[in-house]
């Protein structure tokens, strides 16, 4: 019995052998069961060095596709953000495209949905990325919309960035999570 509710691919994982045979394997198990997919691109190297990985790894279509705006661009061909938005939509039913200080652009049911960023002064963006995509998941599975989801994503990816170090302090979270519930209320 599968309980859970996205599989998640990291974008990653094509850049190994085994990895991309494992996440695949995966893949096939998940859509069998009727789970979510989800992906990031990870990485514009991931791009260039590993794209049949990343395309195998999208199939023929994902529940969710995170990438940023740098990503799109470079897997685009291009810096048309009109062009990249409709690219993009043909690849998963939900894409988060990311855009650092303008924050985020939500893609779904050919509707766009800019999300404004946590002001906040970068001081490393290392697990920014990552943040967003757990964050954002997080929210969707329990119960969230995608705009909801998309601005929880953006402050906490906000907060990590604002460090040196990837990883959040449990008070930090704890505060994200507050403000979060004030933002869902209302």
């Not at 939509?89 to 495209?97: D, E, I, K, P």
């Not at 954002?136 to 990590?160: D, E, M």
Request: hydrophobic fraction near 40%; proline fraction near 2%.
């Amino acid at each position: 019995m599968v309980s859970a509710k996205i599989y998640y691919m990291e974008g990653y994982l094509a850049a190994s052998p085994t990895g991309l045979q494992a996440a695949l394997q995966g893949r096939q198990i998940a859509r069998e069961a009727g789970v979510a997919l989800a992906t990031t691109l990870s990485d514009v190297s991931m791009i260039n060095f590993c794209r049949p990985g990343l395309d195998a790894i999208i199939g023929q279509g994902l529940d969710y596709l995170f990438c940023n705006e740098e990503e799109a661009q470079v897997w685009c061909g291009s810096q048309d953000l009109q062009l990249i938005c409709q690219q993009f939509s043909q690849l998963a039913r939900t894409v988060c495209l990311t855009r650092g200080a303008q924050g985020c652009v939500v893609l779904e049911g050919g509707q766009q949905t800019a999300v404004p960023a946590a002001s906040v002064k970068a001081l490393d963006t290392n697990g920014a990325g990552d943040m967003f995509a757990g964050a954002f998941l997080y929210a969707v599975t329990h119960g969230h919309s995608h705009t909801q989801a998309a601005w929880l994503a953006n402050q906490a990816a906000g907060r990590v960035v604002s460090q040196y170090g990837n990883r959040l302090t449990p008070e930090t979270m704890g505060g994200i999570k507050t403000r979060f519930e004030k933002y869902v209320a209302g």
